[in-house]
């Protein structure tokens, strides 16, 4: 079966989870994770990051991984279940150009490694910032090889979605090992 540009197994996403540990950690830091709180993760894979967001919202927080990739989707409950993920943490079959949740749902929106295979980004930024919750967070991060040009359409278009929707901070970043775009959400 062929894969679509930009395909990656599950292999090469737990090879740089492993790898890019301290880095996952430091952007979950940056999303400004409580307890009890409601996480959304965009383009999971096979889960890497949706258990250790579970273990920072608690037994009462909700974590959901969105992945258009079934089989990717497969192996994060499988491995939900392995980690004892309960009941508060969700993997659902989802484009990340639209999002199947209400508008202002989640504390805070991750996404990591996706957006550098998207042909329309702006789109799933817009989205990811519909559902986070007046005062959450949204974090993108990609790798450094991305074309320039990804960097400066995201860094537009989230300026004027977070305009457009009453938000208004947005932080950008170069983190070593990748850029980020952090975004804030503050009432105008």
Avoid at 52 to 66: D, M, N, Q
Avoid at 76 to 101: I, M, R
């Amino acid at each position: 079966m062929l894969k679509r540009p930009g395909y990656v197994n599950e292999e090469y996403l737990k090879a740089a989870a492993e790898l890019l540990h301290s880095f996952k950690q430091r952007t979950y830091d940056r999303m400004q994770i409580h307890k009890g709180d409601s996480v959304l993760d965009v383009g999971c894979g096979a889960g890497a990051d949706t258990i250790p967001l579970k273990t920072l919202v608690g037994p009462y927080g909700r974590v959901v991984g969105v992945d258009y990739d079934g089989k990717m989707l497969s192996r994060a409950k499988v491995g939900a279940e392995a980690a004892g993920g309960g009941e508060h943490l969700f993997h659902f079959c989802s484009d990340a150009l639209k999002l199947p949740f209400l508008s202002d749902v989640f504390n805070s929106c991750r996404s990591e490694r996706l957006f550098q295979h998207l042909l329309q980004p702006e789109l799933a930024l817009a989205e990811m910032l519909r559902v986070t919750k007046l005062g959450g967070r949204a974090w993108l991060s990609w790798m450094p090889t991305t074309a320039r040009g990804l960097w400066i359409r995201l860094t537009r278009i989230s300026s004027a979605a977070l305009l457009a929707s009453r938000r208004n901070t947005m932080e950008t970043t170069v983190m070593r090992g990748g850029s980020c775009i952090g975004c804030s959400t503050k009432p105008v």
